[in-house]
C-alpha cells in the first residue's frame, strides 16, 4: 500500500531539517510541497531531545545546560538555520542591490554580518535558556515547535525568488493554505503544553502569538523590500529570529 504525500511528507520533513539517516528515499514532489506541514512537529522532537540534554546537564549548572542544549540543536541539524541566518545577514547586511544579494548568497563563505549574526544569536539563545532554568525544558518544547511556524506563513505569502533552479528548497517552498494551517496547529500545541508547564496560563497564549505573527509580518516585509520574496536562507533565517523573540517572550511572561 503506497503511504499518500500528506503522511509522507513527515519523513521528507525530518529528512530537510536534520542530520537524522532515517532513509525514505526517493520523495516525490508532492512528499516535499507536504514536508513544510510537519516542519513544527520535527521541531518539537528536536525541542524534547535539547530538553533532555538539559535536565541531564543541569547539576552543572544553567549557562552549562543550555550551552549544551545548544549544541545538540547544532548537532542534530547540522546548524541547518544558522547557516541560513549567517548567508542572509550578509546578504542584507552587505549588499545595496537586488542582484548582489542572490550573488552574496550563493557564497559559501561567511562574512563580518553573518558572523556577527550567528554570536548574537547563539549567545542570545543560551543567556534565555540559562535566565528560564527550570522552566528551559518547556520552553524549548515550545520554541522549537512555534519558531518553525512563521516561516512556513511566509512560503505561502510570497513568491520564491532564489536563481537557483536546482534548490530542494524550491519544492519545499511550495506550500499553500493546507500546509500551513497543519503546521499551525503542531506549532501551538507544544505552546499550551509549555505554558501549562510553566505555570502560566492559557490567556499568554495571546501574547505567544503576537510574537510569532510579529516576526513573521517583519521578516516578510524585510524580505520583500530587499529581494521581492523569499529563499531558503531567508526562511531559515526567521526561524532563528522567531526562536530568540520567542524565547524572549517566555522569560518575561515568566512568574
Known amino acids: 500500500m503506497t503511504t499518500p504525500p500528506w503522511l509522507r511528507g513527515a519523513r521528507a520533513a525530518a529528512i530537510f531539517l536534520t542530520r537524522v539517516p532515517i532513509g525514505g528515499f526517493p520523495f516525490s514532489r508532492e512528499d516535499w510541497r507536504w514536508s ?77 554580518f553573518g558572523a556577527s549574526a550567528l554570536v548574537v544569536v547563539l549567545v542570545l539563545r543560551i543567556l534565555l535558556l540559562a535566565r528560564l532554568d527550570a522552566s528551559a525544558p518547556w520552553a524549548l518544547l515550545a520554541t522549537q515547535g512555534a519558531s518553525r511556524v512563521p516561516p512556513i506563513w511566509l512560503m505561502v505569502a510570497m513568491p520564491y525568488v532564489s536563481g537557483d533552479a536546482d534548490a530542494k528548497s524550491k519544492l519545499v517552498t511550495r506550500a499553500g493554505f493546507a500546509q500551513a494551517a497543519l503546521a499551525t496547529l503542531f506549532g501551538t500545541l507544544p505552546v499550551v503544553v509549555a505554558l501549562h508547564g510553566m505555570g502560566l ?55
Open 201 to 255: 496560563g492559557l490567556q499568554h497564549i495571546a501574547t505567544v502569538t503576537l510574537t510569532s505573527a510579529s516576526v513573521t509580518a517583519i521578516c516578510g516585509w524585510r524580505f520583500h523590500v530587499r529581494a521581492g520574496g523569499i529563499t531558503g536562507d531567508f526562511l531559515g533565517a526567521t526561524q532563528q529570529v522567531a526562536e530568540c523573540a520567542l524565547l524572549l517572550t517566555l522569560v518575561q511572561l515568566r512568574p
Open 36 to 112: 513544510s506541514a510537519y516542519f513544527p512537529f520535527v521541531g518539537i522532537l528536536l525541542g524534547a531531545a535539547q530538553a533532555a540534554v538539559f535536565k541531564l546537564s543541569a547539576g552543572a549548572g544553567p549557562h552549562v545546560a543550555a550551552t549544551l542544549a545548544v549544541i545538540a540543536s547544532l548537532l542534530l541539524t547540522g546548524a541547518f538555520h544558522e547557516d541560513g541566518l549567517a548567508d542572509t545577514a550578509d546578504a542584507l547586511g552587505g549588499a545595496y542591490t537586488r542582484e548582489r544579494i542572490f550573488e552574496i548568497l550563493k557564497d559559501s563563505r561567511v562574512g563580518s
